[in-house]
């Protein structure tokens, strides 16, 4: 699934103008010094110096550092993303997991970054649920063209494959930093295959 790490380049997501530019800034600025100097380093005071909007805009709209990352996830979930369609529940989710393990070692590291600081901000934590439950929505397809297909059974549930699928590249990646090997996204894409069937 597409990366958290997008909202950087996102000024087209909402109506342009003033309020859009400002936004962005703000957005890039978050993200450099998330990067750079983690959860801590974010702050409105912070923010507000790197991004050249002045510190009461910053407070007045994003009030503190959690309601900044939020606003970061939320960009991410505004973008137009679509799930990949090869043809083939496998192939389907071997690009999904391609595009999960592109997210986690992009570099700089923007969605391992944001993927950090949801640990330590409540609201950066539920913006992130928001964005997986909107990526797990829209993933979904995959299944659902899969049972159309004949390639599994109509009850089969979309997160479950989606999860079986796509959870382990998160662990092997974020939680054990394990190496990226040549078959990591094929290898749980064939696993999520297997929960299906």
Do not use: K
Request: proline residues 5%; neutral net charge.
């Amino acid at each position: 699934m597409e990366s958290v790490a997008q909202p950087v380049s996102s000024g087209a997501a909402r109506p342009g103008g003033r309020t859009a530019r400002t936004r962005e800034r703000v957005l890039a600025a978050i993200m450099a010094i998330l990067v750079e100097q983690g959860f801590d380093g974010v702050t409105v005071e912070a923010v507000a110096g790197r991004s050249g909007v002045h510190r009461t805009t910053v407070y007045r709209r994003w009030r503190d550092t959690g309601g900044l990352l939020a606003d970061a996830f939320d960009a991410a979930r505004e973008l137009p993303w679509e799930p990949p369609d090869t043809g083939t529940l496998l192939g389907d989710l071997i690009e999904v997991n391609r595009q999960v393990v592109a997210a986690l070692t992009e570099r700089p590291p923007i969605a391992a970054a944001l993927i950090a600081a949801s640990f330590r901000s409540p609201a950066a934590a539920r913006a992130l649920r928001d964005f997986w439950e909107d990526r797990f929505a829209r993933a979904g397809v995959v299944v659902s063209r899969a049972a159309g297909r004949g390639e599994i059974g109509a009850d089969v549930e979309a997160r479950t494959v989606l999860v079986a699928a796509c959870a382990p590249v998160f662990y092997e990646i974020v939680l054990m930093r394990a190496p990226v090997t040549d078959d990591l996204a094929e290898r749980y894409a064939r696993a999520g295959v297997a929960a299906a069937r």
